[in-house]
């Protein structure tokens, strides 16, 4: 099983728990496009938003995979929701693409990817 998450730190910390139950090799993907539709922050909290880096969340004992792409890929500020859902839909499509496995589980926003 492959353990994805958005990067907010709820979600990220409900991913960890999942990981260790599931196993001692199972790792947490990290992967911005995950995350919920930014356009429901304004443009100053927007432009102050930030993710804890891989190293960081390690030292909160995070089991990440490092070598995942997607933590790098940027956010677009003040996206519509339209664009939103395409940013979500092209996520789960590259997912499938990418991840040989069975069994993927995503942790992301309450209503995010319906």
């Known amino acids: 099983c492959v353990v994805f998450s958005s ?3 709820s ?6 728990e999942i990981a260790q ?7 947490v993907r990290i992967d911005n496009q995950l995350f919920e539709c930014c356009g ?4 100053p909290k927007a ?20 070598k995942w ?8 500020k003040n996206e519509s929701y339209s664009d939103f859902q395409k ?3 092209l996520a789960l499509q590259k997912l499938l693409v990418k991840v040989p496995c069975a069994h993927i589980l995503l942790v992301a926003h309450a209503g995010s990817h319906d």
Do not use: H, Q
């Open 69 to 76: 792409d997607g933590f790098r890929s940027n956010l677009k």
């Open 40 to 43: 429901n922050y304004s443009s």
């Open 7 to 9: 990067p907010a730190l």
């Open 87 to 89: 940013r979500s839909a």
């Open 47 to 66: 432009d102050s938003m930030r993710f804890l880096s891989l190293t960081e969340l390690s030292a909160f004992g995070i089991p990440t995979d490092t």
């Open 21 to 27: 139950s599931l196993g001692n090799s199972t790792k």
């Open 11 to 16: 979600c990220v910390m409900t991913a960890k």
